[in-house]
């Protein structure tokens, strides 16, 4: 369990990587607080202001003291560091000494916002969380204003004055501390007396992969023989690899036919920005859409409370519906309507609905399945997007989260729209029942003049048809009386030949 992960009475120690500035700190507000939430950049304020702020030097404390400060659970605590180090804000260390277990948490600047819009992974995210409006509003913050941008071709001439051109009365000697000299031991014991931290302004931290994706020696031995493979897959690179195949769902065979591209890899080094550039435009084109990333708690099938209760489920058969409801949790709005359209191209209106759903609407991909299923299978396979928009600005005002609650919510859509028509249905018949008794009270409104006429035709044709019945009976009797006759006749004659 988290809470076994660290105790109260365990003592840490705060470090920095280098001092970090107020204008830092707003980076961390406006960039790095819709990613993790308030309370994550609440602990990392909390442990930078630990610190003594004229020298950044070490602090120690027991976990304790930021339950009190922060007045939260440990288990909350240890929730909000993880997403730090996730997220590329916090190092943490754990020393063991003389038997007691210290964690050591060094602080890390938050990236610049040119470093920072530069990551695809970052980017993307906060993309996702933020929407494109507000997105655009914090990328036009931190822009340089339109008066005072430059000229990418203007040119300029550094006028810079160098130091000896400032300082030119200083001697050999004054620039120069002889070992054993009183001024070289004087600043020995000061260096001895306050040591003072070790900053490294040059180190970036990048955000870490625990599952890499990617199998190098694999990603090598596919390169052309041509190219020199010595040093071509440094650190950095690695690091630019990680990122794209987490991001875009990379494998190792799609990514050996990008690095086989002419364009990614020149004079023996892997142009990263052309390859990054590459993969978008992929998949854009396959995908039809920008990335989406989310937590792993907002996923509920990798919760851990869902993972037991799936572990539990598969001891015992799978209801259909249990199935059907963990197929929706797991595939993509756009891998859905391929499977509808039997792997069709999807059409560019479906795919703008799509992306509405997840980035405006910022419904969960389960959710947005079990939506367009729902229309698809009561609007004989449309996609009708004013319908679409309504049940999604719905689902969203009552906190669907969930493939289980959409699937109630739908349930209840098509029973309130079954009933809908029932009544409906009922109302016509209704209505043709009583315009049937008003046309039978208007027959019997017929004048009793108009009456007696019809009565009067009726009879007649009776009659008619009685007289010629009786004319057929006469008819009928002559004819019998002149067959007999015949039949006497031709009998006397028989008779009389022999």
Do not use: C
């Amino acid at each position: 369990m988290r809470w076994q992960e660290t105790v109260p009475n365990d003592p840490y120690l705060i470090r920095v990587r280098r001092p970090i500035s107020n204008v830092e700190l707003s980076y961390l507000i406006h960039l790095y607080q819709p990613l993790v939430g308030a309370l994550p950049v609440a602990l990392y304020q909390t442990l930078l202001y630990n610190l003594s702020l004229a020298n950044f030097s070490a602090v120690q404390g027991l976990h304790y003291r930021l339950m009190v400060t922060m007045a939260v659970p440990l288990n909350v605590i240890v929730k909000a560091r993880h997403q730090l180090e996730a997220i590329g804000l916090l190092e943490v260390y754990q020393i063991e000494a003389d038997g007691q277990r210290i964690f050591e948490y060094i602080l890390q600047p938050p990236h610049s916002p040119d470093i920072f819009f530069s990551d695809d992974t970052l980017s993307i995210m906060l993309l996702n969380r933020v929407g494109k409006e507000f997105y655009r509003k914090l990328r036009r913050q931190f822009s340089i204003p339109e008066e005072y941008r430059l000229p990418e071709n203007v040119e300029r001439k550094r006028i810079t004055k160098a130091f000896d051109e400032v300082f030119y009365h200083l001697s050999l000697s004054e620039i120069t501390v002889e070992k054993g000299t009183e001024t070289y031991n004087f600043l020995k014991d000061v260096r001895e007396e306050s040591p003072l931290p070790l900053f490294d302004p040059m180190a970036a931290t990048r955000l870490n992969y625990a599952n890499s994706r990617l199998d190098f020696e694999f990603l090598e031995a596919s390169l052309p023989k041509m190219i020199k493979k010595d040093g071509l897959f440094t650190k950095e690179v690695k690091a630019e690899l990680e990122s794209l195949a987490f991001l875009y769902g990379i494998d190792n065979e799609t990514m050996a036919r990008f690095l086989q591209e002419p364009s990614v890899i020149e004079y023996d080094t892997i142009d990263t920005a052309s390859l990054r550039r590459l993969v978008k435009d992929w998949f854009r084109r396959e995908n039809g859409r920008a990335p989406k990333i989310v937590s792993r708690e907002e996923i509920v099938f990798h919760s851990d409370t869902v993972e037991t209760e799936r572990k539990e489920r598969e001891e015992k058969a799978l209801t259909e519906a249990e199935s059907h409801a963990l197929r929706l949790s797991s595939l993509s709005p756009f891998q859905l309507i391929g499977l509808y359209q039997r792997g069709a191209k999807i059409a560019p209106a479906d795919q703008k609905i799509v992306e509405e759903l997840l980035e405006e609407y910022q419904l969960p991909p389960g959710v947005v399945n079990v939506l367009l299923e729902y229309v698809m299978m009561t609007y004989d396979r449309q996609l009708p997007k004013d319908i679409i928009y309504k049940i999604a600005g719905h689902w969203k005002r009552n906190n669907i989260r969930t493939v289980q609650e959409a699937q109630r919510q739908a349930r209840q859509f098509y029973s309130e729209r079954k009933s809908a028509k029932a009544a409906s249905a009922d109302k016509k018949v209704f209505t043709r029942a009583s315009s049937g008794g008003r046309s039978k009270r208007r027959k019997d409104e017929i004048p009793p003049l108009i009456l007696e006429q019809l009565e009067r035709q009726k009879n007649q044709v009776t009659e008619e048809k009685t007289a010629k019945s009786s004319k057929v009976e006469m008819i009928d009797e002559e004819y019998e009386r002149k067959r007999k006759r015949m039949e006497e006749l031709l009998k006397a004659l028989g008779e009389s030949k022999q």
